[in-house]
């Protein structure tokens, strides 16, 4: 089995996640998930890759948030997949309108005080390679250089 490095690359004193990390971390992810679920809903939009990834992976089902009532009644165990948690708001969210299936939560990042049933690190600063470009712009729109940062 492959162990990925625990070296990380920073950007902007964030850690940044390139394509083929986030890919290595989901793998790890995928392979944590010892419980059988039956399809998969992944939060939007950030979790839709990773549902993608999972989906072909365990060749199951993938729906979206707003799918969700189109579920059929035979599948009863979900796993609710999205790529960083923060409080845990969105999965809450998530948990009640699944409220007659058992739910199994994965992420590939914690960055505060939530914790799903799975995930692979916590990080306080982190930055995924689809927001890299967006960030930069919006700070350089914002703030007229590269120097400042905000929060994702």
Same mark, same amino acid.
């Given at each position: ?17 390139? #394509? ?58 979900? *796993? ?17 309108? *699944? ?21 692979? #690190? ?5 930055? *995924? ?5 967006? *960030?930069?712009?919006?700070?350089? #729109? ?11």
């Amino acid at each position: 089995m492959w162990k990925r490095k625990k070296s990380y690359r920073t950007w902007e004193d964030e850690v940044y996640i390139t #394509a083929s990390e986030y890919f290595e971390y989901a793998q790890e992810l995928f392979d944590k998930i010892d419980q059988p679920y039956d399809c998969i809903v992944a939060l939007k939009r950030s979790g839709w890759p990773l549902g993608i990834f999972f989906s072909h992976h365990a060749e199951k089902p993938v729906f979206t948030e707003s799918e969700v009532k189109s579920i059929p009644e035979h599948f009863t165990k979900i *796993l609710v997949v999205d790529d960083k948690v923060f409080k845990g708001k969105s999965l809450q969210k998530i948990k009640l309108k *699944l409220k007659n299936k058992e739910v199994i939560t994965a992420t590939l990042f914690v960055k505060r005080e939530a914790t799903p049933d799975f995930y692979c #690190a916590k990080f306080e600063n982190i930055t *995924l390679f689809y927001e890299k470009d967006f *960030l930069e712009k919006k700070n350089k #729109a914002e703030n007229g250089n590269m120097g400042k940062t905000f929060s994702v």
